[in-house]
Structure formats: C-alpha cells, structure tokens
C-alpha cells in the first residue's frame, strides 16, 4: 500500500536532487576545488555532503551511533562530478526503496539520533527534505555570489 504524504515527501526530495544535478551539470571539475573561505568547505566538499544526505540521515533515523556515521562519512570519497551524481542517484533510491516499504505503524514510530534528537519516521523524512533543500540553497548561493556563476536554472517547478 502507497502512503501519499510519503510519495509527496520523496517526490519533493528528488525534484530537489534533479535540480542539484541540473546544477552540477553546469560545472567544471576544477569548480570543485573552489572554497569560499579557508575555514569553510569547498564546493566539492558541500557536495558530497549533499550526495550522502539521503543514506546518511536513514542510517541516523534507524540507530547509528556517531562512532558508526564517522566511519561513514570518512568512508565517502567522491572525486569527480561524475561520481557525485550517482551518489546522488544510489542514496535517493536506497532512501526511496526503505520508505515504501514502511507501514502506517512503522511511520509513526518514534527514532532518536545519536545527538538526541526524537521524530517519527515520517518527522525524519520531512527532515531529509528540508536538510537538501537547505544545502542546495547554500550550494545555489556559493555559486552565484561568491563565484559569480549564473547556473540559470529554476529551482522550483
């Protein structure tokens, strides 16, 4: 059985990840490199963030302890645009695929992070989305006004 706040919530995180996508599309590897100031990340850097998010919140809303999530994020090495996108990809459709699997009771079942932070299954799925709506501002904002790179591309359908 399909829950439809569920289908809404993951159709919005991939709108999201194709216009992230769309973005990456539009640069070089050598955009990658770039950093807005020393102590901040690079856009690479944000976006192997972003390319994670979808596994790495599952894997925080079903458990995993910080010492587990620092294995897996210093476990993450993506180099190129390439291997970017289908993190992306892969992520989406493992946090796609564990959703729909879920039922009415497990949605409503209460998780808590490693940090402390206590959601329902469905909470956490609102969560994922606003955290990639988020970080794909932050990447939309590096990139037009610290590089000045109009990428062109709407956002939001």
Known sequence: MKNSYITSALNQIEIALKTIIKIIETLEEADLQ???????????????????????????????????????????????????????AYNYETLKESYSNLT???????????????????????????????????LHTLLVYCYGKDVNISLFE
């Open 104 to 138: 009415e009771t497990e949605l409503q079942e209460r998780t808590t992070s490693y940090w402390g932070a206590t959601y329902t299954r469905y909470e956490w799925l609102l969560e994922i989305v606003a955290h990639i709506y988020h970080h794909r501002a932050q």
């Open 34 to 88: 770039k950093r807005p100031a020393s102590n901040k990340r690079s856009i690479g850097e944000l976006l192997e963030h972003i390319a994670v998010i979808c596994k790495a919140d599952l894997l925080i809303l079903n458990g995993s302890i910080q010492k587990e999530m620092t294995e897996y994020y210093s476990s993450v090495s993506l180099k190129s645009v390439k291997d970017v996108k289908d993190a992306i």
